[in-house]
């Protein structure tokens, strides 16, 4: 892929990225030396109580003890995975080649279902609107749509031009957001049948999207940048981190707190419901990319660059 076209890759200067739009080439390590401490993973969801991390290479890894012990599974493509979404133990990871791999055992086996490696651009998220209705988006505005749990996967263009796609998500009141590239912020109403695009609140790139309990939302990326809206995107209040590095995941503990992560080591945390945040003190990793609740209230875990930790979002890394 040619690395010049588009602001997204000036934009992604963090390791993460390089990940996300390269198609690693190259030999593989020999299986006894992979594990999660050599691995880049992109992005983490639970499974019920299974915890599912998907990263460079395919890589899949799998836990069933809250993180003490992983175990990798075959994920059926060597190429990155970019993000992974369940719907109970449905689930749909995607990456480089436009793949996407199907479990519907809570991530213990996977199966290849779609591909377009000539296309030339990754999948950077993915969501499940419903059990049989799965969204996922990417690269020069490409969206892939399947109404049967992830089985059948057909392309639709959403809006003009070729925008890259980062995050998606649907938040509490059932609406759907995409956010992506040079500020770009789209909104359906409907489950994804239409999708209108909501007037730009920073010049900036997004790279993720944290819907909120009270039915608001935060996104989130180039240089710390966070952006709140309690009204769905109508209306947009910037929120500044000083010193924060790009940031890539995020996720919301059991009660109710925000954890924010990404480049140079960046880990914030919000005790007021997203209004407020503060950098937390973490070691592990110079390159935070995903982020998961734990089950202790006001914790989560966190996933990067051949590391996971475990932090409290008042006061940062738990021994």
Do not use: C
């Amino acid at each position: 892929m040619n690395k010049s076209i588009g602001l997204i890759f000036a934009v992604f200067v963090a390791l993460s990225v390089s990940y996300a739009f390269s198609a690693r080439k190259g030999p593989p390590m020999p299986a006894t030396e992979i594990t999660l401490n050599n691995a880049l993973l992109l992005d983490t969801q639970r499974a019920g109580q299974r915890l599912v991390a998907v990263g460079e290479r395919g890589y899949i890894f799998i836990s069933d003890d809250e993180g003490g012990a992983w175990r990798r599974v075959p994920s059926g493509v060597e190429t990155t995975l970019n993000a992974v979404a369940f719907a109970d133990l449905l689930g749909i990871a995607v990456g480089h080649d436009a793949a996407i791999v199907r479990s519907d055992d809570g991530g213990q086996t996977w199966k290849a279902v779609f591909s377009a490696p000539e296309q030339l651009r990754p999948l950077l998220d993915v969501a499940f609107v419903s059990p049989q209705h799965v969204l996922a988006i990417g690269a020069y505005g490409a969206v892939f749509e399947s109404t049967d749990g992830g089985l059948n996967w057909n392309e639709r263009q959403i809006v003009d031009g070729d925008r890259h796609f980062n995050a998606l998500a649907r938040l509490a009141d059932g609406t759907l957001m995409i956010a992506g590239e040079a500020g770009t912020l789209l909104r359906s109403n409907d489950g994804g049948a239409n999708w209108e695009i909501l007037p730009p609140a920073y010049a900036g790139s997004y790279f993720g999207i944290q819907p909120l309990a009270q039915g608001g939302v935060l996104v989130y990326g180039m240089r710390g940048t966070v952006l709140r809206s309690d009204d769905r995107g109508d209306s947009w209040q910037t929120l500044t981190s000083e010193g924060a590095g790009s940031l890539f995941g995020s996720t919301m503990t059991t009660d109710g707190s925000i954890v924010l992560v990404g480049q140079n080591g960046t880990v914030l945390g919000s005790r007021d419901g997203g209004t407020s945040f503060k950098r937390l003190p973490v070691q592990g990793s110079r390159l935070w990319t995903a982020a998961v609740p734990a089950p202790v209230a006001g914790e989560a875990m966190i996933f990067g660059e051949g590391a996971v930790a475990r932090v409290d979002a008042a006061s940062g890394e738990k021994q």
